[in-house]
C-alpha cells in the first residue's frame, strides 16, 4: 500500500483523487470548534443560525474542512514528505452543512529539484474539495518538500523505523 510518493514519482498535470471521502457530523464539526476555540455561534447554536443567518443552520466551520483535506491528501500526496513548507492560499467556496460528504483530489501544479540538497524537492499543488453533488466547496495551494528515493533508500526504505518482530 503506497503512504505518498516520491519526488520522482510526481508528475505536473497529475491529478491524485483522494478516498474514502468522508460523511460530516454535527459531533465533528462541534468537536473541531471546541478543540479549536472557535466558539462562534454560527458553528455552535441552531437557533442562531436558524434565525439570524443567511443559512437558516449551523455552517461547519471552514478550517475544520482543510483539515479534513489536509489529512485525506496525505496518503497521496504528503505522506513522505519532509516538511510541508507553505500553504500558498486557502479559499472558502461555498458553505458546508452537517451530513455533506465531502470529496477531494489534488493536482500536481509543479516540482522543483532543491538548490541545495540533491536528495529531494519541492512539489506544489492543488487541492479541491468538493459535496457529495460535486459542488467545491475549499480550495488551498500548497508546497511540499518531498524525498527523492536515494533519501528514503538511505533511511530504510518503504517503511522507515518498522521494527523486526522477534520473540
Known amino acids: 500500500m503506497r503512504f505518498g510518493r516520491y519526488f520522482e514519482e510526481f508528475e505536473v498535470g497529475a491529478v491524485y483523487k483522494h478516498w474514502p471521502g468522508k460523511t460530516v457530523t454535527e459531533y465533528d464539526d462541534h468537536l473541531f470548534c471546541l478543540l479549536t476555540m472557535n466558539h462562534h455561534p ?18 461547519v466551520v471552514g478550517n475544520y474542512i482543510y483539515s479534513l483535506l489536509l489529512g485525506m491528501s496525505v496518503p497521496d500526496v504528503s505522506g513522505k514528505a519532509i516538511a510541508n513548507l507553505e500553504v ?5 467556496v461555498k458553505p458546508t452543512f452537517h451530513g455533506d ?6 493536482e500536481v501544479l509543479d516540482k522543483t529539484p532543491s538548490k541545495s ?3 529531494r524537492g519541492v512539489v506544489y499543488v492543488e487541492t ?3 459535496k457529495q453533488d460535486g ?21 530504510g526504505g518503504e517503511q522507515p523505523g518498522r521494527p523486526v518482530p522477534h520473540e
Do not use: Q, W
Open 117 to 119: 540538497k540533491d536528495d
Open 88 to 92: 500558498e492560499s486557502l479559499r472558502h
Open 42 to 59: 454560527l458553528h455552535l447554536d441552531a437557533h442562531y443560525a436558524g434565525e439570524t443567518t443567511d443559512f437558516g443552520k449551523n455552517v
Open 101 to 106: 460528504t465531502i470529496y477531494g483530489e489534488t
Open 135 to 155: 459542488e467545491i466547496v475549499c480550495v488551498f495551494r500548497r508546497k511540499v518538500m518531498v524525498p527523492k528515493a536515494s533519501y528514503g533508500e538511505a533511511r
Open 128 to 130: 479541491r474539495g468538493y
